[in-house]
């Protein structure tokens, strides 16, 4: 795993792990001065993990389709070949 998918791992992790913490909080208790600060701290950690989480996805989308768009070009020019290839050589 090279360091931009092991920190896209952690930064997911994080998610979750912000997202499980907030679902904790009462909402009774937010008026608490620390507990206040708790939400406010986690919630700016959920979105920035959020962020990148979504810049990895977005990045490896666009690498997604580079490649479908590159290989489709290759088939679309190898397709005579194909129809005149046997599928099972083995019959």
Do not use: C
């Amino acid at each position: 795993m090279n360091e931009l998918e092991e920190k896209t791992v952690t930064a997911l992790k994080t998610l979750y792990e912000t997202v499980e913490a907030l679902q904790k909080i009462d909402f009774r208790d937010i008026l608490k001065p620390e507990i206040y600060v708790h939400y406010e701290k986690t919630l700016q950690a959920a979105y920035d993990a959020l962020t990148q989480v979504e810049r990895a996805i977005n990045s490896l989308s666009m690498k997604l389709e580079y490649q479908h768009w590159r290989i489709g070009e290759a088939i679309e020019e190898l397709k005579p070949f194909l129809q005149q290839t046997p599928l099972n050589p083995m019959k």
